[in-house]
Nanobody
Framework: VQLQASGGGLVQAGGSLRLSCAGSGRTFSSDAMGWFRRAPGKEREFVAAISKNGDTTYYGDSVKGRFTISRDNAKNTVYLRMKNLKPEDTAVYSC???????????????????????WGQGTQVTVSS
């Protein structure tokens, strides 16, 4: 069972990227899913989460209005659309899934993400000024 993030890269400030997180080995349609990020020298931070059927989403304060999380259960994939990127968005972005509700991903201490049911490899996003 694996979650694999992709879509990162180097982009100029103000630009856009779309990250994907593809699940394999099992279906994740019954799991809440989300994104976290970790910038160099900083603590891991919650970015966004989405409920299993996609009708409820949450965002970290620093990305509200700029990032959009979505999912396609038929493709076993969750997405993170990022617009108006800023240099402070530079980080490794990782996806996660949990059998609990979407609130599990919102309230978990980012230091304790190892307690989530599934954690994926990250993808690097670098925003140049």
């Amino acid at each position: 069972v694996q979650l694999q993030a992709s879509g990162g890269g180097l982009v100029q400030a103000g630009g856009s990227l779309r990250l994907s997180c593809a699940g394999s080995g099992r279906t994740f349609s019954s799991d809440a899913m989300g994104w976290f990020r970790r910038a160099p020298g900083k603590e891991r931070e919650f970015v966004a989460a989405i409920s299993k059927n996609g009708d409820t989403t949450y965002y970290g304060d620093s990305v509200k209005g700029r990032f959009t999380i979505s999912r396609d259960n038929a493709k076993n994939t969750v997405y993170l659309r990022m617009k108006n990127l800023k240099p402070e968005d530079t980080a490794v972005y990782s996806c996660a899934a949990d059998h609990g509700t979407v609130h599990t991903l919102v309230v978990i201490n980012p230091k304790a993400v190892g307690n989530l049911d599934y954690w994926g490899q990250g993808t690097q996003v670098t925003v140049s000024s």
